[in-house]
């Protein structure tokens, strides 16, 4: 019933499994109760009608956890890049469009609060001396709560494609301020180290057109929501900082470093 490989990530590899679905079976390292939550958040999240695809049943094969979705036919907006590069500002646009939907749902009742999860994840963040870590908490404090519906890893890796955009992987969904869930997915777009496995061409190209690409998505969520720049850019300094605890390679990870020094002198 189980097939091939159609996709890998940082916690799992996803794998086709009988008609229109598939089986994305968990890395070792993954705890178990986080596979829950994600079953959990997936079914909330599908219920309350987001463009996300249907989590059919929590499963246990070869003694590893795993989920079956619904297969969503198409590739994720990374592929597509590679494929046909001229769609990606439309694809860009589509994105920020699909991101301020979810951002109009109250976030789930049992999601992690986003404002606690960043604090905890600067205290531990590496690379970071105490004093910075302390102006960094203390400008977080300041950053309005939030309640909606926030995604937490929202970059094109994550978004599947047919003739509309999914979006997929919400173990990382807590309960939140949009604008930090925007300065997220900037940071990701500006300075994210792409998948080892992307094309040469797709890590010639982003590097080249991310700045735009970024501009872009940034441009039509603000459009949508009414936000400025001034709403999302305090949430940057936090959002980096919080994003060096992440397995992330040790280029990206200065780059982070530089990043959050900048505005840190700012
Ligand atoms: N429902 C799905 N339909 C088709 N492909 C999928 C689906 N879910 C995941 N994939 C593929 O598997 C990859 C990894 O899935 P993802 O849920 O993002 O795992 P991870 O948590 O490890 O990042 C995706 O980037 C995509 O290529
Ligand atoms: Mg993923």
Same mark, same amino acid.
């Given at each position: $019933?189980?097939?091939?490989?159609?996709?890998?990530?940082?916690?799992?590899?996803?794998?086709?499994?009988?008609?229109?679905?598939?089986?994305?079976?968990?890395?070792?390292?993954?705890?178990?109760?986080?596979?829950?939550?994600?079953?959990?958040?997936?079914?909330?999240?599908?219920?309350?009608?987001?463009?996300?695809?249907?989590? =059919?049943?929590?499963?246990?094969?070869?003694?590893?956890?795993?989920?079956? /979705?619904?297969?969503?036919?198409?590739?994720?907006?990374?592929?597509?890049?590679?494929?046909?590069?001229?769609?990606?500002?439309?694809?860009?646009?589509?994105?920020?469009?699909?991101?301020?939907?979810?951002?109009?749902?109250?976030? $789930?009742?049992?999601?992690?609060?986003?404002?606690?999860?960043?604090? =905890?994840?600067?205290? +531990?963040?590496?690379?970071? +001396?105490?004093?910075?870590?302390?102006?960094?908490?203390?400008r977080? +404090?300041?950053l309005?709560?939030?309640?909606?519906?926030?995604?937490?890893?929202?970059?094109?890796?994550?978004?599947?494609?047919?003739?509309?955009?999914?979006?997929?992987?919400?173990?990382?969904?807590?309960?939140?301020?949009?604008a930090a869930?925007v300065a997220?997915?900037v940071i990701?777009?500006?300075?994210?180290?792409?998948?080892?496995?992307?094309?040469?061409?797709?890590?010639?190209?982003?590097?080249?057109?991310?700045?735009?690409?970024?501009?872009? /998505?940034v441009?039509? /969520?603000l459009?949508?929501?009414?936000m400025t720049l001034a709403d999302i850019n305090p949430w940057i300094l936090p959002v980096a900082?919080?994003?060096?605890?992440?397995?992330?390679?040790?280029?990206?990870?200065?780059?982070?470093?530089?990043e959050?020094?900048r505005h840190?002198?700012a």
């Amino acid at each position: $019933m189980q097939g091939k490989v159609i996709g890998q990530g940082r916690t799992a590899e996803v794998l086709e499994y009988g008609e229109g679905k598939i089986l994305k079976l968990y890395r070792d390292d993954v705890p178990e109760e986080y596979v829950d939550l994600e079953f959990r958040f997936s079914k909330w999240v599908y219920e309350q009608g987001v463009a996300t695809p249907q989590p =059919h049943e929590r499963v246990v094969v070869e003694g590893r956890p795993g989920i079956v /979705y619904q297969q969503i036919a198409g590739p994720t907006l990374l592929q597509q890049m590679n494929r046909k590069p001229w769609l990606n500002f439309s694809g860009f646009k589509q994105m920020a469009g699909l991101h301020y939907s979810l951002h109009q749902l109250e976030g $789930m009742g049992e999601a992690g609060a986003q404002k606690k999860q960043l604090e =905890h994840q600067i205290i +531990a963040a590496p690379m970071l +001396a105490t004093e910075e870590k302390t102006q960094i908490l203390s400008r977080l +404090a300041e950053l309005p709560d939030g309640e909606k519906l926030c995604h937490g890893d929202f970059h094109p890796d994550n978004i599947l494609m047919d003739d509309k955009l999914w979006v997929i992987d919400w173990m990382t969904g807590v309960r939140g301020n949009p604008a930090a869930d925007v300065a997220r997915s900037v940071i990701m777009f500006s300075i994210g180290a792409l998948p080892e496995r992307a094309s040469m061409f797709t890590k010639g190209f982003l590097g080249f057109a991310r700045k735009r690409l970024t501009a872009q /998505y940034v441009r039509r /969520y603000l459009k949508l929501s009414g936000m400025t720049l001034a709403d999302i850019n305090p949430w940057i300094l936090p959002v980096a900082a919080a994003r060096l605890v992440e397995g992330l390679p040790v280029p990206e990870k200065e780059l982070l470093v530089r990043e959050i020094r900048r505005h840190l002198r700012a």
